[in-house]
């Protein structure tokens, strides 16, 4: 039984401002994450990736960092969340995320020239969080090994489309007429 899949199609729908969201645990944080839905989530990200390759994992805050940490915990490679407060520490690069619903700034530390990565988010929506992100570690001079979220929401505009970053996904959905649809059940674009 795919966990993923059934949460995803049990997911309650809200609408704001003429818009249809599902409401889930990985994207959310509510209703409750169950530990064998992020089991099966770990997993499917460990499989997905070439982590011999990946000295650190970079996620941004809040809804990447329980993925993010699990994953951590189970490769025991570190773990560096891209905060939306700036502390001021040596190194501190700053940066602008641009999503369709806000812009503010993010600041990531402890990532360095020459750093290989694991770009890991929840969900990838507008794509304009991991542009950013991209951004910056090409700017650093980090070598980004690859860009895995573990939900694509698929029909709107994407920020990542017609650049060079293909992100991996574990499940592309779409909401329809109140539903959430599993569009890709493997995820792979």
Known sequence: MDRLQESLRDAPIVEKSGYQYFVHPISDGVPMLRPELLREIVIKIIRKVELEDVDKIVTPAAMGI?????????????????????????GEVALSQVTGYSESEMYMNDVYEGDRVLLLDDV????????????????IGADIVDIVT????????????NTKYEPKTLINVDVVDGDVVIVDETGDD
């Not at 990838?124 to 700017?139: I, N, P, V, Y």
């Not at 573990?150 to 489309?161: F, P, S, T, Y």
């Open 150 to 161: 573990v939900i694509k929401k698929v029909g709107g505009d994407n920020a990542l489309e």
């Open 66 to 90: 329980h993925i993010s940490t699990a994953v951590s915990l189970m490769t025991d490679i570190p773990l560096v969340v891209v905060r939306k407060r700036q502390y001021g520490l040596d």
């Open 124 to 139: 990838l929506s507008t794509g304009g969080t991991l542009k950013a992100l991209c951004g910056a570690l090409e700017e």
